[in-house]
T-cell receptor, first 115, second 116 residues
Framework: DAGVTQSPTHLIKTRGQHVTLRCSPI?????VSWYQQVLGQGPQFIFQ???????GRGNFPDRFSARQFPNYSSELNVNALLLGDSALYLC??????????????FGPGTRLTVL | AQSVAQPEDQVNVAEGNPLTVKCTYS??????LFWYVQYPNRGLQFLLK??????LVKGSYGFEAEFNKSQTSFHLKKPSALVSDSALYFC??????????????FGTGTQLKVEL
């Protein structure tokens, strides 16, 4: 079975632009989460979606938004890009929202560089 | 609030020797603990998790982790290290919070280097 897929793999943008990152979860998984990993740090939680609704939000500005589609795929949008948004953006999927034994499985990430 | 500490930025070990990567956590209530591994320019790969039950958890690629509630630790171990184990290892804690989702909170990572 295919794992979590993300597109694009790499992206270069300039300050002020906006970007859309895409994620397809593992088949059968209904929850998608987004994380930002800045170089040298652990991933930081941005959003969690389940059944097309936002179920959790991390400490990120309103420039960051996301949505989940009926097929459970998801998009992360970032507006008015700043240099500090340069990072690896990771998508993770899980079967449920709050399953005690649930595990989040990560995709390969999208490397965003803001110039 | 929940947090994870990985006190060592880097761990060096000779191939064939046992390895330990340390992790301590802080969370209210029962902790759900995870280890992930990251190879260069790749996403995170799930290794193992502790939810409840036996304090010694076995995972992928021969890794195991020991949960110690009194010391709030969840150290990753392997009896015999391989050069191919060289990677960045992350410990994480998961806790449900209303409005905060079922998020993972990660440590800063420990770079494991296994040498011949």
């Amino acid at each position: 079975d295919a794992g979590v897929t993300q597109s694009p793999t790499h992206l270069i943008k300039t300050r002020g632009q906006h970007v859309t990152l895409r994620c397809s979860p593992i088949s059968g998984h209904k929850s998608v989460s987004w994380y930002q990993q800045v170089l040298g740090q652990g991933p930081q939680f941005i959003f969690q979606y389940y059944e097309k609704e936002e179920r959790g939000r991390g400490n990120f500005p309103d420039r960051f938004s996301a949505r989940q589609f009926p097929n459970y795929s998801s998009e992360l949008n970032v507006n008015a890009l700043l240099l500090g948004d340069s990072a690896l953006y990771l998508c993770a999927s899980s079967l449920q929202l709050r399953g005690q034994r649930d595990t989040q499985y990560f995709g390969p990430g999208t490397r965003l560089t803001v110039l | 609030a929940q947090s994870v500490a990985q006190p060592e930025d880097q761990v060096n070990v000779a191939e064939g020797n046992p390895l330990t990567v340390k992790c301590t956590y802080s969370v209210s209530g029962n902790p759900y603990l995870f280890w992930y591994v990251q190879y260069p320019n790749r996403g995170l790969q799930f290794l193992l998790k502790y939810i409840t039950g036996d304090n010694l958890v076995k995972g992928s690629y021969g890794f195991e982790a020991e949960f110690n509630k009194s010391q709030t630790s969840f150290h990753l171990k392997k009896p015999s290290a391989l050069v191919s184990d060289s990677a960045l290892y992350f410990c994480a804690v998961r806790r449900w919070a209303a409005g905060g989702g079922n998020k993972l909170t990660f440590g800063t990572g420990t770079q494991l280097k296994v040498e011949l």
